[in-house]
Structure formats: structure tokens, C-alpha cells
């Protein structure tokens, strides 16, 4: 343990609280040398992440949590002390004190205490189970408690109170919220937003009672304790939890005479000095401008100010740096349900208008204020749905002049809802509210010499807190780079100054058959991993050779090479084609021969289909070859081409359908398979409304109507999510496929690389109109030419597997080394629920090559002992 | 290492022959085995870049695989790199250095002679 007395002559800074703020404190002071700092801290642990404390009963540990380690502190030359809780403050010596009589002399002490739970007085609440909600040693008492519990309650229906009965739920407690307002977050939503908000938590599974005042808790019937509430009613719990609000930890200040408000919190100014100008006050036990803020980014900000004035860091106009206040808007998620409030949310503003848009069913609900002249936003509740949030934000926050109806901003899309255009902010506009980068700082960076968006962000920062705003900064940036003639480049990478579809023109136009040739007429240098892949994907759409043949041989990525896709170890997996996922008995027994002889781990896929792990690459072709010899093809799960169409049974079996969907999909599968795309594309087809194949998550969706089949465009499952678009309705069979070969036909001459048709065609000029044009009505001539490339794409189909087991010199890729038949040591697997994964580093054991075998099983069983 | 066989190793520094030049595949890769068993290489064929041959250490430091003979192989700033397949960074193949991360792959000195492809070890 330090004495904390310092030999340097730097200036002593005593930092008291170590939470998120006194945390932030440290960091932002120590960018500064001429400081020594030392944090005290009441608790036994350093900083740790607060906001996301509930993480830590969905598995988080308290060193995922933490902000910092001791070690780090060690490297920002920072003294600490933990369980060090001060409790004496010498102002005319400028010395602390704390409760184990260690001393520490300051040049300027910060106040960063934080708060506590406010636990109202109740007759015979304090119990043994009687609990709150703030630190990680409460979340242990949480879960020792519900260890011994079956039902649980919140007092307090807050922000807080809701992410407390979220934690009990996933303790797995019957849980319920008792607040004693009318409504759930009565501080950020309004009493509409608050009726809609109740729905969804109760429909999630947790109680909610509201206009609940708790009288008195006393010993229960069923559980440990009953609250009997004003009204007579009662409720039975085994555990207590208090959420209803917090308290500044303003004790130090009160007994050492600092100035405090009315109502506690530290008295501090702009600077964030208290009433002592040698201290300062951050962070929730802060009371400025008569106000504590519970959130933590006004802290932080409190934290960056106090740095910048003990250090006397000004602007560039020679200012001071001033706390003047924080915006209150928030947009959240709790337990599922999409919360906003900006603003003034209760239209408590002299005038004030609203709009309110309520969507029952579907569980959404709008609201904005304006002010009595409807010319500036002063508030919203979105309960729901939250996507205007970052839009409505700016209005309010730049007091943009609001179009002629305001309620066209939070009514469902009708097509022309006005957006707000990024010319239409101000340079003081956030548009990164984590790191506070405002539109002015983009235009900064680029005046400073930044050339590409992802230039700005290194510059500035912006998008690198929760990356929300990433749309916004790449919209502004662009902007701003057009403005100044600056031309936001396209080219696919160094070698070709071209963009995807530029190169398509010029292979199919110029008749080029080989990425050499294409390399020399326009291209330069060598080529690399995202032109080669390119050039071998387009000259495969347009020519369609067998893509390992020898002049594409080398473009391939290799999962296109091997025609399996490389797993962490360097294994590959084999996916045979399951068209429409019907597959016979004796098929699928063929399947399990082969995994069970090769000793492959085996997984039905997503796509209805069976996914075959671990097959070494001299492997491939003999798994193949028993495969290919049994009537199966390549699944081409390797490609940016056709994975799979999903379907369900149809009308063939099931009572409810009304088109025969198993043979559609079946058809399309076989129709499109092998087709080389910008990326890759998933089909589905349902056999009514009932819409079991999802075929709306899908490139391409077809449902089956009374009439025929409604054909949907777009989808999209995974990474970004997107409903598909309606494109046409009641087509007969021979008219979805001529749409659906001209919808893929163009989206495969026009789709930027590794583009899904998805923001394919929202980024198509016009986009679903435009698309319906040019496939519907021909606008622009090309549909002959589309349909004759897909028919001859679809003649000249083969089975590459089937090509690459009758190729003698193509299955010399397939050796392992090229002078010797040795497997590689380095893949090796163990077993897990009975069957082989890859062998992780610890697990693998120092052998020397083993001559290679058919099958996996020797160097399984090799390690299997080991471990 | 034990001292005696490092010795061996300095001592017994020569050309061998891998495989023949046959064996090679234009702007791509093969792996051969080093005798010593434990050690692999990515033998590279770029008919059109300055030295056309070059090997390097079959081993992905970042990935911890035996994969990079399976990489593409091309230019970043005219420096003659393959890239990972399991990640996608370049290594050069000229220094054997990662151009995205602080890593390094073994660099082995090649030629062809005669058809037939030889290493310096």
C-alpha cells in the first residue's frame, strides 16, 4: 500500500469515486503530464461498466465489465486505492483522509461519488431479501437471493426498475414491477407511451402494477413476504427489489460545508467547481443548474470539462471549456421493446401541440410535440418502433424549421415521407452523440486534407462509440466531398479503376475470356484478392466455363477452388444440393454411409440441407466421387451463386395449400444452380399466405395465391434484415420464371460486388418502381437479352464436382503436399456430444505426420487420449 | 533445437528439389513438406512479377493453419503479396511480412533449375 506521498513536484490531483465517471476523469486527465493522480475508491473493485450490469446475468463476468485494471492504471502512472472510502476532507490543508487513517495531500480534489439507491422508508421493508440494484456486489446478492426465491418484484417502474425485472426474469423468477405512478417510465414517456409499454412487458412475461403505493411489507402466506399496497390489495414475493431512484452521495460535501442544493447534490458551476474552487464535482452526486443527471453521458462530459480547467485547456478562441447542460433524449431497448423520448415528451411547454399516430396491433406508438406555431419539434415519444428517432433528434436539437405536416414524420410509410436532407443541418448538428462529433467537425477533417469517409472517422472519431450514427457520417461526408468536387470513387481496388458492373460491360462487350487479358487491356500491376475473385465470378456469368478451368484457376477464392468451404482448421465442409430440401430415404441414408465412413461432424443446415464438417482437402474428391456416384451434385454452398430455396410441402400434403410449391422450388433450384452473382442468392417458395418457407427473408419470395403466385423481390434474413418487396401478384408458373430470369439476370450484370440484391435495389435509381419498369414493362429494351443470357447460362450447366473427379490434372490440387501423401499434423480433431470438432490450441498434441487415411478417425482417436 | 542438430543444419545447407516445374501452377500456390516433417511451404508460381518464383512458410501465424498455399496471390503497391485465405491478410512474399498486423511468415531462398524446383535448406 502507498503512503500516497509524492516525491515529484507534479500537482496532486485526488480523485475520490472511481464509477464511470471518475473513471472518465482519469482517462481524460492523464492525457495531461504535469499531473500525479490518485483515485480512491470506496469499493473493492476499480471501475466496471454499469450500464450494461444486466449483461452480468446473461453470462458477463465482472473483468468483461471492467473499464480498467490495475495494470493499466500502472501505465497511465495512476495511484489507486481500493476499499479506501474518505472520510475527511481538510480544506485549509488540502489533505483527505480516509476511513483506515491513510492521508493524501491534493492540489485539486474531484468529487466523483456518484450516487445510491433510494430505498423509500417502509414499515418492515428492511428485510433479509430486501435488495437494490446498482453495483456488482448487489447483482451477487440478487443471485444468491433468487437461488432460495420463486417470485420476485421491482419497486419501481423506471428505466432502472425495467432492466431489474429483466434481470429477475432471466434469474428465472415469476416477476412483477410496482410503481407507484399511473404508468410505466413516467419520466421519459408519456401516460399513452406508458399504456402501450405495459402491454409489451406483460406480454414478455412480467407483471406490472401501477398506481401501487406500497403501506407495508409484512411475513407472507406462499412466499416470504407480502406488500400490502394503499388500496387493499396485496402481493406475495420471496424477494424485494428497490429501484425507485437515486440519491446523490453528497455526505462529504455536507460535512465539510461545501455548498448543496435543497434537495442534496454538490453545488458545482459551468467549470464544475463547488463552492471550494480547489474542488470539483462530476458525475451524479453533481447538482447543476438545480439538476442531477442520472445519465452518463452528461458525466462524462462533466469529467472532460473539470480536466480541461484544472489543466487550462481553452478553444480556439481562448474559452474556457463550460458544462452547459445535456440533452435527456434516449433511445433504448428494454427487454426487446424499442423505447425514444426526446425532448419534451409530456408537451409541458406553453402551447405545445402534439401528434399522436397509435398502431395497436402492432404494438407502436407515436407521439411529437411542437410548439404552438408548428414550426420547431419540441419533443417525441416512439414507443415500438424507433427508426425516425435519429431524424426527429435533429430537428429538435437544431431547431430545424418542421415541413408543412409535421405528422408525415412518424406516419407509416406512405412513400413520401419528407426526409431530412443532411444540406438541411447545421454545422452545430451531432451527428455522433457517443464522441460528440458535430457536423462541423466532419467539415473540419475534410478541410484539413481527409479524402474518404473512412479518413473522417479516424479523424474525428465519429461512429466508433455504438456506430448508430455510421449512415449519417458516411451521407455527410459524401456530401461535403461532392460539394468540393472530389469524386467518391467506385474503383474495386488498386489494379482496376472500374467498379463491378464497368467490368462486366467490358468483359462481355470487348468478348474477354481471361482475367490475363482483361489485366492488360484495363487493368494494372498483378491483381489481388478482391479483383481476381471479381474477374473470375463475372467472366463466369457471361461465359459460364467450368471456373477451374486452368486461365480461372487462379481467381478463385478458395472455397471456389476446392468447391467447399474452408472451416478455421483449413478443413472444408460438403454440402450436396438438396433441391427444395425433398430428399429420398435412401439418399439421405448415402449421406449418413459417407459422414459415418469419413467420420465428418454432421449438421442439418438452415437452408434445409446437410452440411458435412472436417473433410481434410485430399478428402474432397474421394467424398465426392462416393457422393457424385450416388445422384448427388454440388450444393455450391461455396459460391456467391444459388444456395437454396426453401419451401414447404404445398398443396400436395397439406391441408391449407393452395398452389403446389414443393415443384416450383424444385424447379427454380435446378433452373438457377451454378449461376455466378455479385453475391449469394436464397430463394424461397410457400404454398399459401401462411408463409411457412419465409420466402419474405429470401432474394427472392414466392407465395402462393388462389390465382397463381405473388412473386416478392429484395429479402434479406442475416446481417441487415429486409421484408421483401411485393413485385407482382397472381402470376401464372411460366411468367415467375421469366421475371425471375430477368430480375437475377440483371441484378447479376448490374450488382456491385459482394452486393445482395437487397441494397442492390435500394441503391437502383428509383428503386422497386424502377425494377418493375425494366422487368415488367421493358423500359429499357433488355429483356431479350437478359432472358437469352440466362438461357444460355442455364444450357451450358454442369456439375463441377462431377467435371473435377473426372479431371486427372485438376485432382492434383487436391494433394497435400506436392512430394509426399503425409497429412497435415496440425488438423486435428477431439470428440464432442459423439461427434469430432477441431482440436483447440492447448488440446492439440505435438505428432509427427501420419501417412494419410480415409477417413479421420486415426488422428481423432490419437488425440482423444491425449486429452 | 538441440545444439548437434543445428549444426547438422548449417552444415548440411544446400539447393534440394522439391518437385518439378510442371508441378507448379500459374498465380497460385503448392505446399510442400520440408523432410524435417514439421515444417511446410507455400511455393508460389507469378510469371509476370520480378522474381516469378518464391516460397514461404505454409503456416498461418494469424488464422494457426496450414493453409496460405490456398491464397490468392497479387500486388499491394507493387510488393508481391498472397492473402490469407482464412482471413484475408496480406503477407509479402518477398519479406515474408504482414502488411496488416505485426506478424511475419518464414521467407526461403528458391530457383529453378533444370525444370526442377530446389530449395536452399
Request: with cysteine; proline share 3%; charged share 25%.
Given at each position: ?9 507534479k500537482?496532486?490531483?485526488v ?7 471518475g ?12 499531473y ?6 470506496a ?15 446473461a453470462?458477463?463476468t ?5 473499464l ?12 489507486f ?22 492521508s493524501?495531500?491534493?492540489?485539486k ?12 422508508p ?9 435488495l437494490v ?29 425495467l ?6 426474469k ?8 410496482v ?22 412487458i ?6 406490472v402494477?401501477t ?12 412466499c ?21 431512484g ?8 455536507r ?28 458525475g ?11 445519465l452518463?453521458?452528461?458525466?462524462y462530459?462533466?469529467?472532460?470539462v ?8 481553452t ?16 433511445k ?9 423520448s ?47 428517432y ?12 418542421l ?10 410509410s406512405?412513400g ?34 481527409a ?6 472517422k ?5 461512429g ?24 467518391v470513387?467506385k ?55 467450368y ?6 484457376l487462379?481467381?478463385?477464392d ?15 465442409s ?36 446437410v452440411d ?19 445422384g ?17 410441402v ?35 417458395v ?21 390465382g397463381?403466385?405473388?412473386l ?37 450484370q ?33 429483356n431479350?437479352?437478359?432472358?437469352a ?37 496440425n ?7 459423439e ?17 494419410s487415411?480415409?477417413s ?12 | 533445437?538441440s545444439?548437434?542438430?543445428?549444426n ?22 503448392i ?48 510488393e ?6 482464412l482471413?484475408?491478410q ?24 533444370n ?7
Open positions: 500500500m502507498s503512503t500516497g506521498k509524492q516525491l515529484s513536484s500537482a496532486k490531483i480523485v475520490v469515486g472511481n464509477g464511470m465517471v473513471h472518465h476523469f482519469v482517462e481524460e486527465m492523464s492525457k495531461h503530464e504535469d500525479q493522480i490518485t483515485v480512491l475508491s469499493e473493492s473493485r476499480l471501475a466496471y461498466d454499469r450500464v450494461y450490469l444486466s449483461s452480468y446475468f453470462g458477463k465482472a473483468a468483461d465489465l471492467a480498467t485494471t490495475p495494470e493499466h492504471y500502472d501505465e497511465l502512472g495512476v495511484n486505492e481500493t476499499d479506501a472510502k474518505v472520510t475527511n476532507i481538510d480544506k485549509v490543508a488540502k489533505v483527505v483522509t480516509t476511513e483506515s487513517g491513510d493524501f495531500a491534493y492540489d480534489l474531484i468529487l466523483a461519488t456518484g450516487s445510491y439507491p433510494f430505498v423509500p417502509i414499515p418492515g421493508g428492511d428485510v433479509e431479501h430486501s440494484y446498482r453495483t456488482i456486489d448487489d447483482l451477487e446478492a440478487i443471485q444468491a437471493s433468487a437461488d432460495v426465491s420463486k417470485v420476485g418484484v421491482v419497486i419501481g417502474g423506471g428505466l432502472l426498475g432492466e431489474a425485472a429483466k434481470a429477475l432471466e434469474l428465472g423468477l415469476e416477476t412483477h414491477v410503481e407507484f405512478a399511473p404508468q410505466l417510465m413516467a419520466v421519459q414517456v408519456d401516460a399513452g407511451g406508458g399504456r402501450l409499454l405495459k402491454e409489451k406483460e406480454a414478455l412475461g412480467v407483471q402494477h398506481s401501487k403505493a406500497t403501506n407495508v411489507i409484512e411475513r407472507g402466506d406462499t416470504r413476504y407480502k406488500l400490502c399496497f394503499s388500496d387493499d390489495t396485496v402481493l406475495e414475493t420471496d424477494l424485494i427489489l428497490f429501484s425507485a437515486i440519491r446523490p452521495y453528497d455526505n462529504l460535501a460535512e465539510f460545508d461545501l455548498e448543496l442544493g435543497a434537495r442534496g447534490g454538490i453545488v458545482i458551476d459551468n467549470q464544475c467547481k463547488t463552492s471550494d474552487s480547489d474542488i470539483y464535482a462530476i451524479e452526486c453533481a447538482l447543476w443548474n438545480n439538476f442531477i443527471y442520472g452518463v453521458a452528461p458525466g462530459n462533466m469529467a472532460k473539470a480536466a480541461k480547467d484544472i489543466a487550462g485547456v478553444n480556439d478562441k481562448g474559452e474556457a471549456a463550460e458544462f452547459t447542460g445535456a440533452d435527456m433524449s434516449t433504448l431497448k428494454l427487454m426487446g421493446v424499442d423505447v425514444g426526446i425532448g419534451d415528451a409530456h408537451a409541458k411547454t406553453e402551447g405545445a401541440l402534439t401528434y399522436t399516430y397509435e398502431n395497436q396491433p402492432e404494438g407502436v406508438y407515436k407521439k411529437i410535440v411542437v410548439s404552438s406555431d408548428k414550426k420547431l419539434l419540441l419533443g417525441a415519444v416512439l414507443i415500438g418502433d424507433t427508426s425516425e435519429d431524424s426527429l433528434l435533429q430537428y429538435m436539437l437544431n431547431e430545424i424549421a415541413p408543412e405536416s409535421p405528422e408525415g414524420l412518424i406516419l407509416p406512405s413520401d415521407k419528407p426526409t431530412l436532407g443532411v444540406d438541411a443541418l447545421p454545422d452545430t448538428a451531432t451527428i455522433c452523440s457517443c464522441l460528440n462529433v458535430t457536423k462541423g467537425d466532419i467539415i473540419a477533417a475534410i478541410d484539413c486534407g479524402v474518404d469517409v473512412g479518413q473522417v479516424s479523424d474525428t472519431k465519429a466508433s462509440g455504438c456506430g448508430g450514427c455510421a449512415a449519417l457520417v458516411k451521407s455527410v461526408a459524401d456530401k461535403e466531398l461532392e460539394k468540393r468536387g472530389v469524386e470513387k474503383d474495386i481496388c488498386e489494379h482496376f479503376a472500374y467498379s463491378r458492373r464497368e467490368i462486366y460491360d467490358l468483359v462481355s462487350v470487348g468478348k474477354i475470356k481471361t482475367f490475363d487479358e482483361l489485366l492488360e487491356k484495363h487493368g494494372k500491376g498483378l491483381g489481388c484478392e478482391i479483383c481476381k475473385p471479381l474477374a473470375g465470378s463475372v467472366l463466369a456469368s457471361v461465359w459460364n466455363d471456373i477451374l478451368k486452368k486461365p480461372h487462379s481467381l478463385q478458395t472455397n471456389d477452388t476446392y468447391l467447399g468451404n474452408m472451416q478455421k482448421d483449413g478443413t472444408y460438403v454440402v450436396p444440393r438438396i433441391a427444395g430440401g425433398e430428399i429420398t430415404p435412401d439418399k439421405l441414408i448415402v449421406l449418413g454411409e459417407v459422414a459415418k465412413k469419413y467420420n465428418l461432424y454432421t449438421k442439418i443446415t438452415g437452408g434445409a440441407r458435412l464438417f472436417g473433410a481434410r482437402v485430399e478428402q474432397l474428391p474421394l467424398i465426392w466421387k462416393e457422393l457424385v456416384d450416388a448427388f451434385e454440388t450444393g455450391h454452398a461455396y459460391g456467391k451463386s444459388l444456395r437454396t430455396v426453401k419451401s414447404c404445398g398443396s400436395t400434403w397439406c391441408r391449407y395449400g393452395v398452389q403446389d410449391s414443393m415443384s416450383m422450388a424444385i424447379d427454380l433450384e435446378h433452373r438457377y444452380k451454378g449461376l455466378r452473382a455479385p453475391h449469394k442468392i436464397k430463394f424461397g410457400s404454398g399459401c399466405t401462411r408463409e411457412c418457407a419465409e420466402a419474405q427473408g429470401k432474394d427472392i419470395g414466392i407465395i402462393a395465391t388462389d397463381g403466385w405473388n416478392y423481390v429484395a429479402g434479406n434474413g442475416g446481417m441487415k434484415p429486409r421484408h421483401a418487396d411485393l413485385f407482382a401478384t397472381d402470376l401464372d408458373d411460366e411468367t415467375v420464371v421469366k421475371y425471375v430470369d430477368r430480375i437475377l439476370m440483371f441484378y447479376v448490374t450488382g456491385d460486388r459482394l452486393q445482395r440484391t437487397s441494397t442492390w435495389m435500394e441503391n437502383l435509381e428509383g428503386g422497386l418502381a424502377y425494377l418493375q419498369d425494366v422487368i415488367i414493362n421493358d423500359s429499357l429494351g433488355l431479350d437479352a437478359l432472358e443470357q440466362m438461357a444460355a447460362i442455364i444450357g451450358t450447366y454442369q456439375c463441377e464436382w462431377k467435371t473435377t473427379i473426372e479431371d486427372e490434372d485438376a485432382l492434383k490440387r487436391f494433394k497435400p503436399f506436392v512430394n509426399s501423401d503425409k497429412a497435415d499434423s488438423i486435428q480433431f477431439v470428440t464432442e456430444r461427434q469430432i470438432r477441431p482440436a483447440r490450441g492447448q488440446e492439440k498434441i505435438d505428432v509427427k505426420l501420419i501417412p487415411t480415409e479421420n478417425t486415426a488422428v481423432t482417436e490419437a488425440v482423444a487420449e491425449e486429452v | 533445437m545444439l548437434t542438430k543445428e547438422q543444419a548449417i552444415t548440411s545447407k544446400a539447393w534440394r528439389t522439391i518437385c518439378h516445374t510442371s508441378d507448379l501452377v500459374k498465380d497460385s500456390g505446399s510442400a513438406l520440408l523432410e524435417s516433417e514439421d515444417e511446410q511451404v507455400a511455393i508460389f508460381h507469378i510469371p509476370n512479377s520480378e522474381e516469378k518464383i518464391y516460397a514461404v512458410g505454409n503456416y498461418d501465424p494469424i488464422g494457426k493453419a496450414n493453409v496460405l498455399y490456398r491464397g490468392l496471390v497479387g500486388c499491394i503497391d507493387d508481391p503479396v498472397v492473402s490469407s485465405p482471413y484475408k496480406h503477407f509479402s512474399l518477398k519479406t515474408g511480412k504482414c502488411l496488416q498486423e505485426e506478424q511475419r511468415i518464414s521467407v526461403y531462398d528458391i530457383r529453378i533449375e525444370e526442377e524446383v530446389q530449395l536452399y535448406l
